[in-house]
Each structure stands twice: as structure tokens, then as C-alpha cells.
T-cell receptor, first 113, second 113 residues
Framework: KNQVEQSPQSLIILEGKNCTLQ??????????LRWYKQDTGRGPVSLTI?????NTKSNGRYTATLDADTKQSSLHITASQLSDSASYIC????????????FGTGTRLKVLA | GAGVSQSPSNKVTEKGKDVELRCDPI?????LYWYRQSLGQGLEFLIY????????KSGLPSDRFSAERTGGSVSTLTIQRTQQEDSAVYLC???????????FGPGTRLTVT
């Protein structure tokens, strides 16, 4: 069964600290993996996208890694800011003629001053 | 340019009533998705439109749910005889034909009382 699991479910950190969010997937065939940020009351916005041949990609203070062998990805946030408080969703896109995305349940991050 | 828009942003309805949710995709995007996001859950795929092809309705939870896309642009998701379990945020996303990136609207929060 195609699944995307994320951990932790929620996380609270102090402003300025770093954190790492985890994503494990059992999706096949795999095309690409992306991380989205979803602010409360808004739709998800893409942070990074990686194909199976890429193992790291950065977007400002966000760095995503991908290990296609172990089917794990992580999102590292450096020097967190209050505006980083949001849900972070890991999404895997199926390939081979399909067009479906498998969404994780997300990690809810709260950054405190 | 303008992003994906959805209306209404919030809808409160009584159990048993019908509701219509609207999605205006980004101009020129041929693919359109509807998702449902229940509290604490990941995004649940509902229906997918691609150009003039027959839509993939495999995610619709019951025959009370239907959707149409007129002229390859605006889409309407209709829920008949609403139930309390239909309460959720309904998200619409669009993407160009040959590009994986989905662009989400802000969602419609549906509350069935």
C-alpha cells in the first residue's frame, strides 16, 4: 500500500533553534518527493522538490534530503523564525502514467519567542 | 499572476442541505484536483480533471459528491444531502500539463451542523 508517514506529529521549538522533520514513504513507482508548508487557513505551498536521483536540495533556511534506498526524507530548518510556525507536509508523486500524489499527515511546528 | 482562488472561504450549512464549492484555477493550467483535509488528517484525493479527458472520480467518498469542470477552467464540487462527517477543508489545486508542481487555493472550510 502506498503510504507516506511523517514524524514527529507536532514539534515546539524556540526561535533561532534548528529542527529536523522526518518522512518515510512506501510509494512505488516513485517519481519525486516534495515538501510543502501550510500556514493555518491557507493552502499548501511548495518548499522543495527532489527526484529519486537527488539527495539534497536547499531553499533558503530549508534543506531537504532524500535517501531513495531507505525511502526516507528529512526537512531541516535552520535558525527558525516565528513565521516558520506551520504544518509541513511530505508529498510523493507517483509515476508510470499516473498522476496521483500521496500526502503525509504533516508535522505541526510551533516556534516560540 | 493570479493564483488559484476558491469560494466561499467558509460555509456553514445544516445537515441534509446541498452545497456547491467553486474553484478558479490558474489560467492555462490543464490539470485540476480536489482534495479534502479533515482535522488532523492528510489531504485526501477526491477527483482529478485533465484537459478534455474523462475525470478520475476514484476518490469521491460517496455518490453524494460530484464535480464538474466547465470549459476546462472553473470547477464546482457539489455535495448533496450533507452529513456532519463532510465537515472539512476542501482544497483545489491546479497544474500545467507537463509540470509536476501543484498550486493550491486557500481552501473552503465546510462546517455541517
Amino acid at each position: 500500500k502506498n503510504q507516506v508517514e511523517q514524524s514527529p506529529q507536532s514539534l515546539i521549538i524556540l526561535e533561532g533553534k534548528n529542527c529536523t522533520l522526518q518522512c518515510n514513504y512506501t510509494v512505488s513507482p516513485f517519481s519525486n518527493l516534495r515538501w510543502y508548508k501550510q500556514d493555518t487557513g491557507r493552502g499548501p505551498v511548495s518548499l522543495t522538490i527532489m527526484t529519486f536521483s537527488e539527495n539534497t536540495k536547499s531553499n533558503g533556511r530549508y534543506t531537504a534530503t532524500l535517501d531513495a534506498d531507505t525511502k526516507q526524507s528529512s526537512l531541516h530548518i535552520t535558525a527558525s523564525q516565528l513565521s516558520d510556525s506551520a504544518s509541513y507536509i511530505c508529498v510523493v508523486y507517483l509515476t508510470s502514467g499516473t498522476y496521483k500524489y500521496i500526502f503525509g499527515t504533516g508535522t505541526r511546528l510551533k516556534v516560540l519567542a | 499572476g493570479a493564483g488559484v482562488s476558491q469560494s466561499p472561504s467558509n460555509k456553514v450549512t445544516e445537515k441534509g442541505k446541498d452545497v456547491e464549492l467553486r474553484c478558479d484555477p490558474i489560467s492555462g493550467h490543464t490539470a485540476l484536483y480536489w482534495y479534502r483535509q479533515s482535522l488532523g488528517q492528510g489531504l485526501e484525493f477526491l477527483i482529478y480533471f485533465q484537459g478534455n479527458s474523462a475525470p478520475d472520480k476514484s476518490g469521491l467518498p460517496s455518490d453524494r459528491f460530484s464535480a464538474e469542470r466547465t470549459g476546462g477552467s472553473v470547477s464546482t464540487l457539489t455535495i448533496q444531502r450533507t452529513q456532519q462527517e463532510d465537515s472539512a477543508v476542501y482544497l483545489c489545486a491546479s497544474r500545467p500539463t507537463s509540470f509536476y508542481e501543484q498550486y493550491f487555493g486557500p481552501g473552503t472550510r465546510l462546517t455541517v451542523t
